[in-house]
């Protein structure tokens, strides 16, 4: 691609602004100096977790309190944290602190919280639960977070600059035990992501001690030790030994975990106590809730959310007679109280990304943790190089104190003392300043002789050191001393129970309904029709009772859910599946029979379609001059019942219903001295109650009252103009002769 001259701005439209010049660029070069380090940086510095378990941010934050001195001492207040990580983080307080809460033990995220916290940090387990404000809650480093932070003063790991260059950061934690198998970790970068489900730690060190032990220990050993995923929030796994096996060999593929539960017969209840990790008690209530409402969960007569100080519980009502295992595995079948977490174990190795299975990452975290430990031990190789090269030259003077006196008292300058020093006993500068930085009190044969019995104590550390150093295998034993150690202070029990398969409560699936497209028609007298749009055709004249006429039509499908407002101010719920597909040609359902309506009652409106939302409206005309504009949103039950009385106003009779969705649109209202007016939806105030009595929309004088209400009456009118009104209430206007014969001819009344 032959590259352009740049623009200029001579060349540019007249009148527009300068801008600054136009570069054509070939995209695999746009791709390689703009995205591509846009997505690297994504990957290494955000997304994806390293071999310590933590993303950048995790370690910046945790790093920031452990130099604050949070590892003992009192909790202090989150926002102070987080103000001070921002000279590591610099990407706002709510970044940070949405990170510390998933550290939190108030959270209850992970299985081993890193930080002990004080307040209301949310729940792991709920959407809606939001944490408090940092100036509301308090931190402090946990006991455990110890072991991540071990050797970190002693060169076990590097550090680097920070984003400022003002201090130095880690770029991993040198954690004692694999981190990144016992804290769970997600992210999404740029064409990858990362997904790490959480394992027991006891279990993950005996793993890791098997490896050390012997490297060609196999998967189903593995399996035998490392049993399965473990969740802070319990649950059972249904285990598959060839699924896991997948887990472990590839990092890919998913785990099965279901709620735990527990019947009571006293109050015929069943009590949900721990739910899978990757769903939330919101999800399974709205799911829940739908079920009922299409009417699958008949045998549920309420449930609750009952999370208190006791802990996690959802409370689920039965009806007598219910089996409570047959219901939970309906509810484990189509609700998210069963549910999968999709495993993919991508994680940073040198800053490259690799997906890797149990077994991979635990042998890249024994190399991680070998270099760690050999740098802590070379750290103290050098210190102790260091102490016994000075005690070795403090041996020097124990020959001759005196003369060591005499040196200093000789000297005329300060600065000759330390090479007179020097000379005077064949030592070193290091030496001799050490010497001479002793107090003239503890210059005498006893302080010294105390100081230097050490020498064949450190001598034989060092030797002991640089064997371990050398030796591979006692590096590997010194590392399953510490697993053995971490599992003896901090191992628990498993929270997630296994279960396997054939122990799992089936339940035939229900018989699925077919869904088609139909037609609905409801007449007057209480007629309704369900019509595929194949039996409209060519036949779509109603067989209708004497007197009757359609009332309306709408279009849905065979699922559809239907409501019918009555005249007796009461809605009634049906779904379209209730009901027999029929012709043109037939009377229908009687709908009063099908649905058991009040003797007398009658259906004036039928609403198709279950959306009752707040942007939707209900909009009411009632005789005596009133209107009522209320969201749909008034109608949600928990249960969606079948019927739901007080839907209106039953103060004065119902002359007109309508929807309104996001737009106003006009209403025509006739009274029976043939007087009209037109006025917008927009004017009708909007109440929060349905069973408000409405605002007055027009003035009425003596025993007139409202006839009729339209929304489609333009093409009835030669000219509507006469009759808009732009406030209410509003005075009607005598119809024009023109449209009171329109009216008596077209408009049924």
């Known amino acids: 691609m032959a590259r352009k001259k740049k623009s200029t701005d001579s060349e540019r439209i007249p009148g527009t602004q300068p801008s600054a010049p136009v570069i054509t660029q070939l995209i695999t070069e746009t791709i390689e100096e703009n995205y591509m380090p846009y997505v690297m940086s994504v990957i290494v510095s955000r997304a994806i977790p390293a071999i310590d378990g933590f993303k950048p941010a995790h370690r910046k934050l945790l790093y920031t309190m452990y130099k604050m001195g949070l590892m003992t001492g009192a909790r202090i207040k989150s926002t102070n944290v987080v103000g001070q990580t921002m000279r590591l983080n610099p990407h706002g307080d709510a970044a940070i602190y949405d990170t510390l809460v998933r550290l939190t033990r108030g959270n209850a995220a992970l299985l081993h919280p890193f930080i002990d916290s004080k307040g209301a940090f949310g729940k792991q387990y709920s959407s809606t639960m939001a944490p408090s404000a940092p100036r509301y809650t308090e931190v402090k480093l946990d006991k455990f977070s110890a072991e991540i932070f071990s050797g970190i003063d002693r060169n076990s790991v590097e550090m680097v600059d920070n984003y400022d260059g003002t201090m130095k950061e880690p770029t991993l934690m040198p954690t004692t035990f694999p981190n990144i198998l016992v804290t769970p970790n997600m992210g999404i970068a740029v064409g990858m992501a990362s997904n790490i489900c959480s394992f027991n730690l006891a279990e993950v060190c005996d793993g890791t001690i098997a490896l050390l032990r012997n490297p060609k220990t196999d998967t189903d050993k593995l399996l035998d030790l490392i049993k399965a995923p473990d969740f802070s929030g319990g649950g059972q796994i249904i285990y598959n030994r060839d699924s896991m096996r997948e887990i472990y060999e590839t990092g890919s593929g998913s785990v099965r975990i279901r709620a735990k539960y527990k019947y009571d017969p006293s109050a015929n209840c069943i009590d949900i106590l721990e739910i899978p990790y990757s769903t939330s008690i919101e999800q399974i209530i709205k799911r829940i809730s739908d079920l009922i409402k299409e009417g699958k ?246 067989k209708l009772k004497e007197g009757d006429v359609l009332l309306s039509e709408a279009e849905g499908d065979n699922l559809t859910d239907l409501f019918f407002f009555t005249d007796k101010a009461q809605l009634y719920r049906a779904r379209a599946c209730d009901f027999d597909t029929c012709k043109a040609s037939a009377m229908g359902d009687f709908i009063p029979a099908k649905l058991g309506f009040d003797p007398g009652e009658k259906p004036i409106y039928m609403k198709v379609g279950n959306d009752w939302s707040d942007e939707s409206r209900m909009v009411f005309i009632f005789a005596n001059g009133k209107g009522l504009r209320v969201p749909q949103s008034v109608y949600l039950t928990k249960g969606n019942r079948r019927k739901l009385t007080g839907a209106f106003s039953a103060a004065s009779p119902i002359v007109g219903i309508f929807e309104e969705s996001d737009k106003p649109f006009d209403i025509l209202l006739v009274t029976s001295n043939d007087r009209a007016a037109v006025i917008s939806s927009s004017l009708i105030p909007i109440k929060t109650t349905r069973s408000s009595i409405g605002v007055q929309l027009v003035t009425l004088r003596g025993d007139t009252v409202i006839s009729g209400a339209w929304r489609d009456f333009g093409d009835k009118f030669e000219s509507t103009k006469g009759y808009k009104k732009i406030k209410i209430p509003a005075t009607p206007v005598l119809l024009v002769e023109k449209d009171l014969e329109k009216m008596q001819l077209k408009l049924d009344i």
């Open 297 to 542: 969960l008949k045998e549920i007569t309420d449930f609750r959310d009952e999370i208190g100080l006791t802990g996690f519980r959802l409370t689920i009502d039965i009806r007598k007679g219910t089996d409570p295992d047959q219901l939970m595995a309906k509810l484990f079948r189509s609700t998210p109280l069963e549910d999968s977490f999709k495993c993919n174990f991508n994680v940073l190795i040198g800053s490259v990304p690799r997906q890797m299975g149990v077994r991979t990452i635990l042998e890249e975290w024994i190399k991680f943790r070998m270099e760690c430990y050999s740098r802590e031990l070379r750290f103290d190789l050098e210190r102790k190089k260091e102490k016994l090269h000075l005690l070795l030259g403090l041996g020097r003077i124990l020959l001759d104190i005196d003369k060591a006196i005499k040196i200093i008292r000789g000297t005329e300058k300060e600065s000759d003392v330390i090479p007179n020093l020097c000379a005077g006993f064949s030592i070193d500068e290091a030496q001799a300043e050490f010497i001479a930085d002793i107090k003239l009190r503890n210059l005498n044969r006893e302080y010294i002789l105390n100081r230097i019995k050490d020498i064949d104590n450190i001598q034989k550390e060092i030797a002991d050191i640089e064997a371990t150093l050398a030796d591979e295998l006692k590096l590997k034993k010194c590392l399953v001393s510490q697993l053995t150690d971490i599992k003896k202070k901090y191992g628990q029990p498993r929270r997630s129970e296994i279960i396997h398969e054939h122990e799992i409560t089936v339940v035939a699936p229900e018989v699925e309904i077919e869904n088609f497209p139909v037609h609905f028609f409801l007449t007057t007298e209480g007629y309704f029709k369900k019509i595929t749009a194949l039996s409209l055709r060519g036949n779509d004249e109603h």
